[in-house]
């Protein structure tokens, strides 16, 4: 086993927080199947702390992990279905899926094609990942991903790589071996020392090179009912075990992974309340579950969010996992307090230096 301190974690490859280790699961077009739902939840209060993290590339964070137990998680996740048993396919999962797809569609088709033809791919960094957002309209604009399959302007579908305003036209056969193509390009171009598509300032080669426009995205989706049975909120992306197992009512079939702290419950029930407050706050877990930061966070961002204008983002240190796109007002700690910056992300030069807890609530008007 590799233990990775500050970095995106993966089932083999777990990382080291205050809490234990943290092992990434990526369900296959993120999608869980009830058994895997109540296995993965077993799972975790087995061989975790029973805490089970959303995130914004549709994964699941087993949380609390021992080092003499993580093997027979990974052998539990493995039988489940959850997890390649190779290391270096399991790598390769980093495929982000419209969750509204239904089977059969594009979107369903492209995704599964991918998946088979994982082996193809070049090897890349551990943040680059994919996209196939070929519903009606875009879904996934503003969620992370290095290549993008989205539907286009005028109807059809286009091949974007990230950063880039525009796209280049693609047939839905042709989809896989055009992704294929463009992260080839990004090895053999020097991609990897930039990490991520965005940061890569070779050119395109000329056949990736399109004037095409995406289409106009869509809102995502808010707690209540959904064509697939129903949406629920869960507040800063964490819930227990046995919270996320209790979802999967008699009636409930399967759990759809949504990269904005939402989960879709297959035949499941609506919930009788609306998205919690920490839907709308972006906080990272802080101290002491992760050693990098200085500070808690996530009770501040509930006191603070109902007087704050705009976006809040509380990062427990300058790295910002829990949101990498500026906000209105972030506060990132360090050394023990908060630094405020307005319309920036975590680390950007502050306006305001060195506030404590109180002198900040002060600041917000929060008695």
Do not use: Y
Not at 43 to 54: M, R
Not at 157 to 183: C, Q
Not at 317 to 337: E, I, Q, Y
């Amino acid at each position: 086993m590799s233990v990775v301190r500050g970095w995106c974690p993966t089932a083999h490859r777990p990382m080291a927080a205050g809490d234990g280790l943290i092992v990434r699961v990526r369900p296959r077009l993120a999608r869980l199947e009830r058994a895997q739902v109540l296995g993965l939840c077993d799972a975790a209060s087995t061989h975790g702390n029973g805490q089970i993290d959303l995130t914004n590339r549709a994964n699941l964070q087993i949380r609390g992990v021992d080092e003499n137990t993580w093997p027979a998680l990974i052998d539990e996740l493995c039988s489940l279905g959850l997890v390649d048993p190779d290391p270096t396919m399991e790598a390769r999962h980093a495929v982000l899926v419209a969750p509204d797809w239904r089977g059969g569609d594009e979107t369903h088709r492209i995704a599964s094609d991918v998946i088979a033809r994982l082996a193809d791919f070049p090897n890349l960094p551990g943040k680059f990942g994919f996209a196939v957002d070929a519903g009606a309209a875009p879904v996934l604009r503003d969620d992370p991903a290095d290549i993008r399959v989205e539907r286009g302007a005028d109807g059809g579908l286009i091949l974007r790589a990230d950063g880039r305003a525009t796209g280049v036209r693609i047939t839905p056969d042709g989809a896989v071996a055009a992704m294929i193509a463009l992260a080839e390009w990004f090895v053999a171009s020097g991609g990897v020392t930039a990490g991520r598509m965005a940061r890569h300032a070779a050119p395109l080669p000329d056949w990736a090179r399109g004037d095409d426009l995406p289409a106009a995205s869509v809102l995502m989706l808010a707690a209540g009912a959904h064509g697939l049975g129903a949406v629920h909120g869960v507040a800063f992306g964490r819930i227990d075990a046995s919270a996320l197992a209790a979802l999967m009512t008699p009636d409930a079939t399967a759990l759809r992974m949504t990269p904005w702290r939402r989960v879709i419950i297959e035949g499941g029930t609506a919930p009788t309340t609306p998205d919690p407050v920490g839907i709308a706050v972006d906080a990272c877990v802080g101290a002491p579950d992760c050693p990098q930061a200085s500070v808690e966070t996530r009770a501040l961002a509930l006191r603070l969010a109902p007087h704050v204008a705009g976006r809040l983002h509380v990062s427990g240190c300058a790295k910002g996992c829990a949101r990498s796109r500026p906000a209105d007002v972030v506060l990132t700690g360090r050394d023990g307090r908060f630094d405020v910056a307005f319309d920036a992300r975590a680390g950007d030069p502050p306006a305001l230096i060195g506030f404590d807890q109180n002198r900040l609530l002060t600041h917000f008007g929060v008695s």
